[in-house]
């Protein structure tokens, strides 16, 4: 088997592991879900990921009760812990503990600490006070509900904060795919998706998905997987930006307009999307969407 349709299969299961956290996720399952026996199974998912499939499951649990520990205060420990996938409140708290090295009670307590500044605001800052690039600000912002994306991607994990070569060359690699097989069509929107808060994952573990919008039924293959966003609320912010104002403008997004629209970050990944004709020789800017799921 090609190692192109291994790296197919284990996306698909990371993908399918993300929005399945909540539910029983047994080697026996998996294994199943990718077409293959469970010893070949767990030996490829680590030669591919760099973890074993259990500590990776136990990771994106975590990282996503620490997710929703800080964006809402309506659920209780008991609660986050049920829909993150573990059988008890007990056994979520020393996993929690283990990983972060802070009690899950005082991460959710911590509104006034660095931890909550770095994930709210998604700064790069330790004094939130010191004066920022006041040329990046977005054109336009709003509330918007996105339909279901079907979404050909190739997958990217690791630390990718200013690397635009990075970004250029996964943005090769699905164009790549895409030619051939009639996608690279007049007016395509090229789709980032970040699958962790870099706040909340190791950097070495950051997973991004740079992709293209194709038809729905789309299938896997060669080098892209396929992937569905599903119809959600987000807020919805266009920049125009020079390629060092990234990050900059992300923390633009959830230090000012989540206050200016009067709502709050909401559970989901968040992505970018530019279109076709969207850099500009002439000022050297590249206009982009970014998306982050919203909750009144």
């Given at each position: 088997?090609?190692?192109n349709?291994?790296?197919?299969?284990?996306?698909?299961?990371?993908?399918?592991?993300?929005s399945?956290?909540?539910?029983?996720l047994?080697?026996?399952?998996?294994?199943?879900?990718?077409?293959?026996?469970?010893?070949?199974f767990?030996?490829?998912?680590?030669?591919?990921t760099?973890?074993?499939?259990?500590?990776?499951?136990?990771?994106?649990?975590i990282?996503?009760?620490?997710?929703?520990l800080?964006l809402?205060?309506k659920?209780?420990?008991?609660?986050?812990?049920?829909?993150?996938?573990?059988?008890?409140?007990a056994?979520?708290?020393?996993?929690?503990k283990?990983?972060?090295?802070?009690s899950a009670?005082?991460?959710?307590k911590?509104?006034?600490?660095?931890?909550?500044?770095?994930?709210?605001?998604?700064?790069?800052?330790?004094d939130i006070?010191?004066?920022r690039?006041?040329?990046?600000?977005?054109?336009?912002?709003?509330?918007r509900?996105?339909?279901?994306?079907?979404?050909?991607y190739?997958?990217?994990?690791?630390?990718?904060?200013?690397?635009?070569?990075?970004?250029?060359?996964l943005?090769r690699r699905?164009?790549?795919?895409?030619?051939?097989?009639?996608?690279?069509?007049?007016?395509?929107?090229?789709?980032?998706?970040?699958?962790?808060?870099p706040?909340?994952?190791?950097?070495?573990?950051?997973?991004i998905?740079?992709?293209?919008?194709?038809?729905?039924?789309?299938?896997?293959?060669?080098?892209?997987?396929?992937?569905?966003?599903?119809q959600?609320?987000?807020?919805?912010?266009?920049f125009?930006?020079?390629?060092?104002?990234?990050?900059?403008a992300?923390?633009y997004?959830f230090?000012?307009?989540?206050?200016?629209k009067?709502?709050?970050?909401?559970?989901?990944?968040?992505f970018?999307?530019?279109?076709?004709d969207?850099?500009?020789?002439?000022?050297?800017?590249t206009e982009v969407?970014?998306?982050?799921?919203?909750?009144?």
């Open positions: 088997m090609p190692s349709t291994y790296l197919q299969k284990i996306n698909a299961i990371t993908d399918y592991i993300e399945n956290l909540d539910s029983p047994s080697l026996e399952i998996l294994s199943r879900q990718a077409g293959m026996s469970k010893f070949h767990h030996r490829i998912f680590s030669a591919f760099g973890e074993t499939l259990y500590g990776f499951i136990l990771r994106l649990r990282e996503k009760a620490a997710t929703l800080l809402t205060d659920k209780n420990l008991t609660d986050i812990a049920f829909c993150c996938g573990f059988n008890d409140s056994t979520f708290s020393r996993a929690f283990k990983h972060f090295g802070i009670s005082n991460w959710k911590a509104e006034n600490s660095k931890i909550h500044q770095d994930f709210i605001i998604k700064s790069d800052y330790s006070t010191e004066l690039n006041d040329n990046v600000h977005p054109v336009k912002s709003e509330l509900i996105i339909p279901e994306m079907t979404i050909a190739v997958r990217y994990t690791g630390k990718y904060k200013g690397d635009a070569d990075l970004f250029h060359s943005y699905i164009l790549s795919w895409a030619e051939p097989r009639g996608f690279a069509v007049k007016g395509m929107k090229q789709v980032i998706i970040y699958h962790d808060s706040e909340i994952t190791d950097e070495s573990r950051l997973r998905s740079c992709g293209i919008i194709v038809p729905q039924g789309t299938k896997a293959s060669g080098i892209a997987g396929i992937l569905t966003i599903p959600c609320k987000y807020l919805v912010c266009c125009k930006l020079k390629e060092d104002e990234y990050s900059e992300w923390n997004v230090r000012n307009s989540f206050q200016e009067k709502c709050k970050p909401a559970e989901g990944s968040c970018e999307i530019y279109s076709e969207c850099y500009d020789e002439s000022t050297g800017l969407e970014i998306f982050a799921p919203a909750d009144k």
